[in-house]
């Protein structure tokens, strides 16, 4: 019954904008909200799985950002959902080494390869936050990924994929329970590199004024 719901409307009237509006109007948001979750989810899914055969034939980066754009722009996905769409597309493409010694190398060069794809969809400090914490849990579920996790997030940021706000964000309280006493520890130097990087300029304006 639920996959139904958008028949009770007629042909020309079964779309999720009708019939989200129709239900709002009648005082039947949550029903409403109801479908709209249930139809991005499956978008989701689709992008997904569309993006993961996009890449593994090699399809030029260009082709696969406009086709997710498209998607994200039809389907009303937020970039901080798509980005943790493509990542997990990203890392499904590869075989990775379950030799922990070797995973870090591997990833680095995969991922360096992958950048601009990466890059298209964190335009916004949300979608930095929400790679992050991607990048976090996988690192956490992949054990031999355990140490490559601030190798990634370095990688990252001299790509330009991620920024200090976000990862500094991240440090001080918005990551996640997963590892994280083990990814904390790996990140204090970089974070306190990041941190004084972003002091010497203000201190050198203020020694030029």
Same mark, same amino acid.
């Given at each position: 019954?639920?996959?139904?719901? !958008?028949?009770?409307?007629? +042909?020309?009237?079964?779309?999720?904008e009708h019939?989200?509006k129709?239900?709002?109007?009648?005082?039947?948001?949550?029903?409403?909200?109801y479908?709209?979750?249930?139809?991005?989810i #499956?978008?989701?899914?689709? %992008?997904?799985?569309?993006?993961?055969?996009? !890449?593994?034939? #090699?399809?030029? @980066?260009?082709?696969?950002?406009?086709?997710?754009?498209e998607? !994200?722009?039809?389907?009303?996905?937020?970039?901080?959902a798509?980005? #943790?769409? &493509?990542w997990?597309?990203?890392m499904?493409?590869?075989?990775?080494?379950?030799?922990e010694?070797? &995973?870090?190398?591997?990833?680095?060069? /995969?991922?360096?390869?992958d950048?601009?794809?990466?890059a298209a @969809?964190?335009?916004q400090g949300?979608?930095?936050?929400?790679?992050?914490?991607?990048i976090?849990?996988?690192?956490?579920?992949?054990? /031999?990924? !355990?140490?490559?996790?601030?190798?990634? %997030? &370095?990688?990252?940021?001299?790509?330009e994929?991620?920024? =200090?706000?976000?990862i500094?964000?991240?440090?001080?309280? +918005? /990551? &996640?329970?997963?590892?994280k006493?083990? @990814?904390?520890?790996?990140?204090?130097?970089?974070? =306190?590199?990041?941190?004084?990087?972003?002091e010497?300029?203000?201190?050198?304006?203020? #020694?030029?004024?």
């Open positions: 019954m639920d996959n139904r719901l !958008m028949e009770l409307f007629p +042909a020309n009237k079964q779309s999720v019939f989200t129709y239900f709002t109007e009648a005082g039947l948001k949550e029903l409403s909200q479908v709209w979750n249930q139809q991005t #499956g978008a989701r899914k689709e %992008v997904q799985k569309e993006l993961q055969e996009q !890449m593994s034939h #090699g399809d030029p @980066f260009k082709d696969i950002i406009l086709y997710a754009k998607e !994200m722009k039809k389907n009303n996905i937020p970039e901080p798509v980005i #943790g769409i &493509v997990s597309s990203v499904s493409t590869v075989e990775w080494n379950k030799k010694e070797l &995973v870090a190398e591997q990833a680095i060069k /995969h991922l360096k390869q950048s601009p794809l990466l @969809f964190t335009t949300q979608s930095e936050l929400t790679l992050l914490l991607k976090q849990e996988y690192c956490y579920d992949n054990i /031999h990924f !355990m140490k490559a996790f601030q190798k990634i %997030v &370095v990688l990252f940021y001299k790509a994929i991620l920024s =200090e706000e976000p500094l964000k991240w440090y001080k309280d +918005a /990551h &996640v329970a997963k590892g006493s083990v @990814f904390l520890e790996q990140m204090k130097k970089f974070v =306190e590199w990041l941190k004084n990087a972003e010497e300029p203000e201190s050198e304006a203020e #020694g030029g004024g």
